[in-house]
């Protein structure tokens, strides 16, 4: 086991926690200390999210110090898939993890049933972050959260849990930096720095591009329903009746096909560039601090971190937009049984494209911590 006190962070959302009588928390403690007996090492879980001490502790560990000894441990449930905080934990974490060649340190707990989870491909439209869980080697505690604290059941399971824990730091590969294959080159000669920074910075155009496209499908899906809004109203007016809606609500499912079907895409697209480039990104990141680092290659960086603030200026707003969005769609989908699941496709897409805004955001803040532009 490595020099370096091995810690954990603790995901979840105070309301499970709450509904639960605090036994979340409580698992926190008991898998620290069963860890401590059989390794003889602490482990020091971070919990307190709102804590200062959390969030020093939750950037030092991302930024420099995630080796072989730091874990993210998400107890996953219904709310912790709702929340955009434990999202936006899970995101960042992978994506560092995935950028050391570290993939085990992310270790979910399956706390309370998420549907797509235990089934997968088969519950649709996909959500990413369940599917990052779901990559992983998650442990079940559906049933065990039910058994009493110390019965022998949930003892073994925690002793479980935690030997588990000291194995993945026993085991885990040494760390492999993650680096990014430069669009168009061949295998034969590798990129180097300002290759690869020439490349990245060339794509930011087309993500920022995406994101525009997708607001405008979106803006056109609200105008279209807005007119089903007032035809309804007319119809009502004139004595229509629940027919009367019926027949317009067909209409607009009729006219939305096109639309949603490019939402999807367009969502779909732009998670998967930015979550497959992710961890190549924060390792050139990292590798931009390098004192020996030539000056070409620095003022590339620095290029390159200035188009990444500005992209992360443009997306964030067009982001705060959609989310507003998605919950108005939400609340609209309940009163018809045929647009329902394309508003769920909506929905799905612009958690995509929400989510991509916590990796971009990401890059953004790894940026200022090394200095103005990256310098």
Known sequence: MTN?????????????????????????ERIANAFEIITGEPLEIFIDKKSIEWG???????DWA???????????????????????????????????????LLLPIHYVNVPQLAHGAEERPADEVVELIARRQWVDWRELRLEDEDSPAYRQAVHKLATKLAEILETVPPVAPVEVAAIGQGEEEPPGFIEIMADMEATLPAWEDTVQQFAKIIELIGEETQQATEEIQASDSRGGGFAGRMRVTEQLASRLTEPVDKVDALGSKYWAELSTIDPGVIGLIRKSGDDDLSAEDRESAREFFRAIKELAGTTNEATGHLQSYSDSVGAAAQGSRRLRPQFRVIQAAVQKVIDGQSIIDEWRRMIDNLGEDGS
């Open 56 to 62: 020093d502790a939750w950037r030092m560990r991302l």
């Open 66 to 104: 995630l080796t072989g000894t730091t874990f993210l441990i998400p107890i996953v449930t219904p709310k912790f898939v709702q929340s955009q905080e434990c999202r936006r934990e899970v995101i960042a974490f992978a994506g560092h993890a995935a950028s050391l060649g570290l993939d085990e």
């Open 4 to 28: 370096e006190q091995p810690a954990g962070f603790w995901s979840y959302t105070h309301r499970d926690d709450q509904l639960d009588g605090g036994r979340i928390t409580r698992l926190s």
